[in-house]
């Protein structure tokens, strides 16, 4: 059953890949255009909900920096939230100590949190596996215990008041730096795992002694995914510092890289897109559940919980694994029928 | 390993003069010097170090034999205190009425601590039917990160659901047996960190009994060394494992019904016990029984220098930053073989 309503249908494998590229930039820029009229759409026009875009913002481009180690090289970063802490600390503090701009300041964040997430990396992943995560994870306990030990620094568990970012306390403003924060980390990271680097990762990640035998050198590409997602997360952690305007020890809680770790699985581990665009509903949904029933602390993460069990269980791909189904069913109806040959009698 | 043969031909002082045996041997010596000093810290290290080493053995355990990095192994703690502490108070009244009762006295602890061990080992076979068996029906691909990412999910899970059923709240009991402390080496131990620690050592003998001599603990050595080996050689895979889940998880909620003292039930509980216990068994090398319950004593010696020392504060820290040295100096932990198991893949 050939298909001649669909106008300018792919006729060879190559058309069909370029149609395909077609395909998916639409869809990421349609989902762009969504995320960017979004504030102006009731109910979202509300400060409640301009916060929570805010906030889905920051977890989606976290969860994409997450991806970026978790789902590519296979080494889940359990000290992330610490990294996000370490930026957003340093950045805040250079605010307050030295009245650096924030503009500035998370950036030299993203430096510091990127040179820790090297030196860590190279401790911990000539290690291998689940030895990394765990080592990741210890380290990011030793940095909130640091901060926490520190009160003449970092004020510790007393929180640091930080300068805000915008001389604004709208979120409208707040909203497009991180949306534009999500898409630099988005398409800085997305270059890279497409470059020959990011098929070294993918080599890596699936086959470490396969990908030694043809010529890589596993630690090199190990440290520098590492410190680059760690970079990122530095960065993020400077926007949430200016943002939200204070800082505790809290912010590198186990319980935030898991939320940061939920996210990303649920969204599809290595897609980098997939934890960017589930973040948004996932998190607005988070926060309704969280204000409808504020009487039940914890249901959200119920939630997550639930959600990270079933995913890791029956559908390890995540969302990602199955926008990209519906994708293959449209290439399928795109994709002429071969021309059926009479059979030979 | 070092076989037999090799130990003949290797010289006595290189055989002990390794790297575990210095800080196998510099630990005992911190000890006696200690006992000599301040024995409260040999104290602390013994009453502490003995139930890290149920929770480690545990965690040790069930890597060892099911390759699973628990990471809910807190939350069986939590369950743990929880189930004590329910049973606990009502017998706690009872006795308060009877003041003269003394066998209800001296036995009162007890039946709680059998019931946390018994719902744990409930919740852990649980898990397995619910979770692992699914999980390992659909995929045994990257099973460790997966299980750990899966356990990641069980302990959000949990923590929130203990605040949302149970509440968000302390429960806990000033003391399990209400007579005056005893004197030992000049230091007061109360009656209860005494019996914890009789209780530990109990309970780690029948563990070792049960793991070295029983027909069931060989063939869990047996599923621990090489699964296809054992099933081959006519183990039942599955009863093994529900054995292997239900007792460490039996364990971890022993230890949590027997510190109800010190950890009174509340939903975030499980974190401290859950790292320390990942400090022991990354210290003494991953699935090491035997190791791990050293690897306690040793973790539990440098807690106590710490806050001793330095300060409640720097317990996370320091421990940390000691046990990533030795990971540079041993990265197969204190304990482990040369040989790459299949959790480093």
Same mark, same amino acid.
Request: no cysteine; net charge negative.
């Given at each position: 059953m050939a298909n001649p309503s669909?106008? &300018?249908? !792919?006729?060879? !494998? #190559?058309?069909?890949?370029?149609d395909a590229t077609r395909r998916h930039r639409a869809a990421l820029l349609l989902v762009l255009g969504i995320a960017i009229v979004l504030p102006f759409v009731p109910p979202f026009t509300g400060q409640d909900y301009q916060r929570w875009l805010v906030g889905a913002a920051l977890l989606a481009a976290m969860a994409v920096a997450f991806d970026f180690t978790a789902g590519y090289i296979n080494v889940v970063n359990f000290g992330f939230a610490a990294f996000v802490g370490l930026g957003g600390y340093t950045s805040g503090l250079l605010a307050v100590d030295l009245g650096v701009s924030p503009w500035i300041g998370i950036f030299v964040g993203a430096a510091l949190a990127g040179f820790v997430g090297l030196l860590t990396g190279m401790l911990t992943l000539r290690l291998r596996g689940i030895y990394a995560a765990v080592m990741a994870w210890f380290v990011g306990l030793a940095v909130m215990g640091l901060v926490r030990n520190l009160p003449d620094i970092t004020r510790g568990s007393l929180?640091? &008041?930080? !300068?805000?970012?915008?001389?604004?306390?709208? &979120?409208l403003p707040y909203y497009y730096v991180i949306l +534009?924060?999500?898409?630099?980390?988005?398409?800085?990271?997305?270059?890279? #795992?497409?470059?020959? #680097? +990011?098929?070294?990762?993918?080599a890596i990640g699936q086959n470490l002694q396969a990908a030694r035998a043809s010529g890589i050198n596993p630690t090199r590409y190990l440290v520098l995914n590492f410190a680059l997602s760690s970079a990122f997360a530095g960065w993020l952690g400077g926007f949430y510092a200016h943002y939200y305007g204070i800082l505790t020890p809290d912010v590198m809680l186990t319980s935030r890289t898991v939320e940061v770790l939920a996210v990303a699985y649920i969204g599809g581990r290595g897609s980098l897109w997939g934890p960017a665009v589930i973040a948004f509903p996932l998190s607005i949904a988070v926060e309704l559940l969280r204000t409808q029933f504020? &009487?039940? !602390?914890g249901l959200y993460l119920v939630l997550y919980g639930l959600l990270l069990i079933v995913v890791m269980i029956y559908r390890p791909g995540g969302v990602a694994a199955a926008a990209r189904s519906v994708d293959e069913w449209i290439a399928r109806r795109r994709r002429p029928e071969p021309v059926e040959t009479p059979r030979a009698t | 390993m070092t076989t037999a043969t090799n130990l003949r031909t290797v010289p006595l002082v290189r055989r002990y003069l390794t790297f575990t045996w210095l800080v196998l041997g510099l630990a005992v010596l911190i000890m006696i010097v200690a006992a000599i000093a301040q024995p409260s810290i040999v104290v602390d290290t013994l009453v502490t170090g003995g139930m890290w080493a149920l929770l480690a053995g545990g965690l040790a355990l069930?890597?060892?034999?099911? *390759?699973?990095? *628990?990471? /809910?192994?807190?939350?069986?703690?939590?369950?743990?205190s929880l189930v004590g502490f329910t049973v606990f108070s009502p017998i706690q009244d009872a006795i308060l009425e009877n003041p003269d009762a003394a066998l209800l006295k001296v036995v009162g602890p007890f039946p709680g601590m059998i019931a946390a061990a018994l719902v744990g080992a409930a919740v852990g076979v649980g898990l397995e039917v619910l979770l692992f068996r699914p999980l390992r029906k659909r995929s045994r691909d990257q099973?460790?990160? *997966? @299980?750990?990412?899966? @356990? /990641?999910g069980v302990s959000v899970l949990l923590v929130n659901m203990d605040r949302l059923v149970i509440g968000n709240d302390f429960r806990g009991i000033t003391r399990y047996w209400d007579v005056p402390p005893i004197r030992l080496l000049d230091v007061s131990i109360s009656v209860d960190r005494a019996m914890v620690f009789i209780i530990a050592l109990i309970t780690i003998a029948l563990f070792s009994l049960f793991l070295q001599r029983t027909r069931v603990g060989r063939a869990m050595r047996a599923v621990a060394q090489d699964e296809a080996g054992a099933q081959m050689a006519g183990i039942d895979l599955k009863r093994i494992f529900m054995l292997t889940i239900g007792l460490s998880s039996g364990l971890a909620s022993l230890a949590g019904a027997a510190l109800l003292f010190m950890f009174p039930s509340y939903p975030d509980v499980g974190l401290q016990p859950l790292y320390l216990a990942w400090y022991v068994v990354i210290l003494a090398g991953l699935g090491n029984v035997q190791g791990a319950i050293a690897g306690a004593f040793i973790v539990s010696l440098l807690q106590t220098l710490t806050v001793f020392y330095v300060g409640v504060g720097w317990v996370d820290v320091l421990p940390t930053g000691f046990i990533i040295l030795i990971l540079l100096f041993k990265p197969s932990g204190l304990f482990g073989s040369a040989v790459k198991g299949i959790w480093e893949q």
């Open positions: 669909v106008a &300018n249908a !792919p006729t060879s !494998p #190559i058309e069909a890949d370029r929180g640091l &008041n930080v !300068p805000l970012l915008l001389d604004t306390s709208d &979120n +534009g924060m999500l898409v630099v980390t988005l398409v800085v990271l997305t270059v890279v #795992i497409r470059s020959y #680097i +990011g098929l070294a990762f993918r504020a &009487n039940l !602390p | 069930i890597f060892g034999v099911m *390759n699973i990095p *628990n990471f /809910a192994h807190g939350e069986l703690f939590l369950i743990g099973w460790v990160m *997966n @299980t750990f990412l899966l @356990t /990641a």
